[in-house]
């Protein structure tokens, strides 16, 4: 997998000018949005935790293999990359809605099994998504203009791995556990906002989940 790399001006933080990170799930399109979908600060801003979904296995997509996990961020330069490739539009306005120095949980999509392998930090807030304006990208939009430009990305940096793998069997369990015992994983957005690439958490939720990364799985 080949990444062309734009240097900007010191200071400034790189960005990839080819292939996408956001997984191309359904929810990933260009549909009419509804008023809701297009609201950014329908209740948003109060998340601070994040979990943003990509696919660590290769697939190609109109000629380009949007593979891009884990171990990709980390061969990054400064194992930082823009989250670029959001079609969707509650993903999107989460994505605006993140702030620098939040963390995301990584999870790897559109593979077996599915799952979280580890923590990001955002390092830079919302800027427009260059690839929607590429004609070759799997995600260029023709119905978005660069005076009206309609996705956003933001920049992301790994932390580092979760200690062992944290899979969606095991998340699913305990969200089932959970919304009959009022537990801390009861409404978590993965199986309430299943298909969004972009998912918010509460920090009840996030920390919840990294003490699994402790716990023994049988």
């Known amino acids: 997998l080949l990444y062309t790399i734009k240097f900007e001006m010191p200071g400034q933080k790189r960005k990839r000018e080819r292939n996408s990170k956001a997984e191309n799930s359904p929810e990933e399109s260009n549909n009419p949005p509804t008023k809701k979908d297009t609201n950014v600060d329908d209740g948003v801003k109060s998340f601070s935790f994040w979990l943003i979904k990509s696919e660590p296995n290769s697939r190609i997509e109109k000629g380009v293999d949007v593979k891009f ?9 400064d194992q930082t990359a823009c989250w670029d490739g959001v079609r969707n539009y509650q993903a999107r306005n989460f994505m605006i809605s993140m702030k620098e120095g939040q963390q995301a949980f990584f999870y790897h999509s559109n593979c077996k099994p599915p799952g979280i392998v580890g923590i990001v930090d955002i390092v830079k807030e919302s800027y427009v998504d260059h690839t929607q304006f590429d004609k070759k990208d799997p995600h260029y939009d023709p119905k978005s203009t660069k005076d009206n430009p309609k996705w956003k990305m933001v920049d992301v940096k790994f932390v580092r791995d979760l200690k062992r793998f944290i899979s969606l069997g095991e998340l699913k369990q305990l969200h ?10 009861r409404s978590l957005a993965l199986f309430t906002k299943a298909r969004l690439s ?11 989940i990294l003490t699994l990364e402790n716990k023994e799985v049988n």
């Open 198 to 208: 972009v998912q918010p958490l509460t920090q009840e939720e996030f920390d919840f």
């Open 176 to 185: 089932i556990e959970h919304k009959a015992s009022g537990g801390p994983l």
């Open 69 to 77: 996990g884990l171990e990709d961020l980390k061969s990054e330069p």
